[in-house]
């Protein structure tokens, strides 16, 4: 059974940084393309980003591209998303989520087989 922890969230003044981290417990975590999605108060749930499974590459979002990095350590059965020059709009509950294969740029969150339970990220102006 594969488990996702995501930690990191906080609140923070806009212009600053978070690191979110996500911890799978799975043997073959690194098999799994890796997902981070975020939901705000009242919206849908929105992709941020993906990771391949041996973290070469990445797939962003329009709204944090260039402001976002996701990496991942596969030793460690984490991936973090760094964020940086965080914007008010950036407020949202993260998720993780996995999915098996090799491919990457998958944007649809029905595409995700595992989730983690959300981390709280407030940015305040």
């Known amino acids: 059974q594969v488990q996702v922890v995501e930690s990191g969230g906080g609140l923070v003044q806009a212009g600053g940084t978070l690191r979110l981290s996500c911890v799978v417990s799975?043997?073959?975590?690194?098999?799994?393309?890796m997902g981070w999605f975020r939901q705000a108060a009242g919206k849908e749930r929105e992709f941020v980003a993906s990771?391949?499974?041996?973290?070469?590459?990445?797939y962003y979002a329009d709204s944090v591209a260039g402001r976002f990095s996701l990496s991942r350590d596969n030793v460690k059965n984490t991936a973090y998303l760094q964020m940086n020059s965080l914007k008010p709009e950036d407020t949202a509950v993260y998720y993780c989520?996995?999915?098996?294969?090799?491919?990457?740029?998958?944007?649809?969150?029905?595409?995700?087989?595992?989730w983690g339970q959300g981390t709280q990220v407030t940015v305040s102006s």
């Open positions: 989520a996995l999915r098996p294969g090799t491919s990457w740029r998958i944007v649809p969150d029905t595409r995700y087989d595992y």
């Open positions: 799975a043997h073959t975590f690194s098999t799994y393309t």
């Open positions: 990771i391949n499974w041996s973290g070469a590459s990445t």
